[in-house]
Nanobody, 123 residues
Framework: VQLQASGGGLVQAGGSLRLSCAASGSILRINAMGWFRQAPGKEREFVAAISWSGGTTYHADSVKGRFTISRDNVKSTVYLQMNSLKPEDTAVYYC?????????????????WGQGTQVTVSS
């Protein structure tokens, strides 16, 4: 599975961005797709995920009510709509594919990763 992420950029606090991640290759291997982020000097953390078949969504507490993950199965694309952005949301955002089941936020279960897209929120 190959992943191509896009949509990052610079935005002021309170603004919005929409990230996209297009999957190609062995699409049938997708059990779930997720977004993770990594800020400078910090570990990569779970942001949101969506099951590929049923569309069940999961969001980290830190982004609930502000971020929304969605998918388009026809386009094999997952989106992350980010509203009410805060400076602490500044990070490189990565999309990833989990081929099998398990805890949705467990980073080690995601085998395929996109290249990352920078999101910078200015105060």
């Amino acid at each position: 599975v190959q992943l191509q992420a896009s949509g990052g950029g610079l935005v002021q606090a309170g603004g919005s961005l929409r990230l996209s991640c297009a999957a190609s290759g062995s699409i049938l291997r997708i059990n779930a797709m997720g977004w993770f982020r990594q800020a400078p000097g910090k570990e990569r953390e779970f942001v949101a995920a969506i099951s590929w078949s049923g569309g069940t969504t999961y969001h980290a507490d830190s982004v609930k009510g502000r971020f929304t993950i969605s998918r388009d199965n026809v386009k094999s694309t997952v989106y992350l709509q980010m509203n009410s952005l805060k400076p602490e949301d500044t990070a490189v955002y990565y999309c990833a594919v989990r081929p099998y089941g398990g805890p949705i936020a467990t980073i080690l279960l995601y085998d395929y990763w996109g290249q990352g897209t920078q999101v910078t929120v200015s105060s």
